[in-house]
């Protein structure tokens, strides 16, 4: 979710949000302390967490606890987006792009005070990607033991209009160095290795009808107070003036959150064009479920296959060399069951 600058400070204005993170530096230190937690493991950099299963349960059940409490914090009653634009110093409310990099930075900035709310309320610190291209967006640092870390993945997409049921998809991260290297610290905030579990926190929304949206408006809201313009034009523009915010129309509407490993909605192809990003499945229920390709496989066949994915030359029925790029081909090539993979929901065009 890259945004160039100028746009990083438009969404800053939309919303003033006073976040307290921690940063890299202070939890290495934590990282140093030896402590016991509520579960009894000594926390000393290299030991086994002994309820690694435990701690994972506890932690996803707890999330998914606190994405349904954020349906009213985000909508409005008849079920728009609560953010209506960003506003200026005289009080004029510009409408928000329904761009999906615009939608998605601001949907970040809107969960940020929610997000450290719960990670207070469990006693974790939040660490959030020093890099826009780095993963994860947000790393959850067990207080009293440091060994115990969570990457969590803010993931927004749209339904998808023209094929029901279904939504345009996510990208899961890559799969390029730190994922094949799980020592590694390129483009990721600590080794993969070190997280317990990379889990996606989706949200998936309805786009307004475009003859409803005009992303070049300008309105004026009495409930506001004062401070339009004088002549009521802004350059060739003119401000249009509306009694409440609510009179305003949200760019999207209808949020469904849900929590899910990344693996559990992983596809086996890629997420976009040519870079090493992985897709996941498109089909709402398959992903509010978990029946993603690798569901009868399971989260180590997820990495073996994401870190072979396009680097094993096989002959195709023809007899022409090609890269494996489907979960059925790298199976058949490590003599498995090709059934095992998980078949994805086919799309079908709604018919006009």
């Not at 060739?236 to 949200?250: D, G, M, N």
């Not at 192809?269 to 496989?297: M, Q």
Request: aromatic share 10%; with cysteine.
């Amino acid at each position: 979710m890259q945004l160039t600058a100028s746009l990083c400070a438009i969404c800053q204005v939309l919303i003033i949000i006073h976040v307290l993170c921690f940063s890299s530096s202070s939890v290495r230190k934590c990282q140093q302390q030896l402590n016991l937690n509520r579960y009894g493991e000594k926390n000393n950099m290299g030991s086994t967490l002994k309820n690694r299963d435990k701690v994972k349960s506890e932690f996803i059940t707890r999330l998914r606890g606190f994405v349904r409490e954020l349906g009213e914090y985000t909508q409005t009653k008849d079920g728009q987006w609560s953010i209506k634009g960003f506003i200026d110093v005289l009080k004029n409310v510009y409408t928000v792009s329904a761009d999906t990099k615009i939608v998605s930075k601001i949907i970040e900035i809107h969960l940020f005070p929610k997000i450290l709310e719960f990670a207070q309320r469990y006693s974790y610190k939040v660490v959030l990607a020093e890099h826009q291209n780095w993963y994860p967006d947000i790393s959850f640092i067990r207080e009293k033991n440091p060994e115990i870390k969570f990457a969590v993945d803010i993931k927004t997409t749209y339904r998808d209009p023209q094929y029901p049921g279904h939504c345009n998809g996510f990208t899961l991260g890559s799969h390029g160095e730190y994922f094949t290297n799980r020592d590694s610290t390129k483009n990721i905030q600590f080794p993969y290795k070190e997280y317990i579990a990379h889990i996606c926190l989706g949200i998936i929304y309805s786009r307004t009808d475009d003859d409803s949206i005009d992303e070049t408006k300008i309105y004026h809201v009495a409930e506001l107070g004062n401070g339009d313009s004088e002549s009521g034009i802004i350059g060739a523009k003119p401000i249009h003036k509306v009694e409440r915010l609510h009179s305003i129309a949200s760019v999207v509407k209808d949020f469904q959150f849900f929590i899910r490993e990344k693996w559990e909605i992983a596809s086996d192809s890629s997420g976009s064009g040519n870079t090493a990003n992985i897709g996941s499945i498109t089909k709402i229920e398959d992903i509010l479920n978990a029946n993603g390709v690798f569901r009868h496989l399971g989260e180590e066949w997820f990495d073996e296959y994401w870190m072979n994915y396009r680097k094993i030359t096989i002959k195709s029925k023809d007899g022409k060399s090609k890269l494996i790029s489907r979960l059925t081909e790298y199976l058949e090539y490590r003599g498995m069951d090709s059934s095992l993979a998980n078949p994805k929901a086919k799309r079908s065009k709604k018919r006009k």
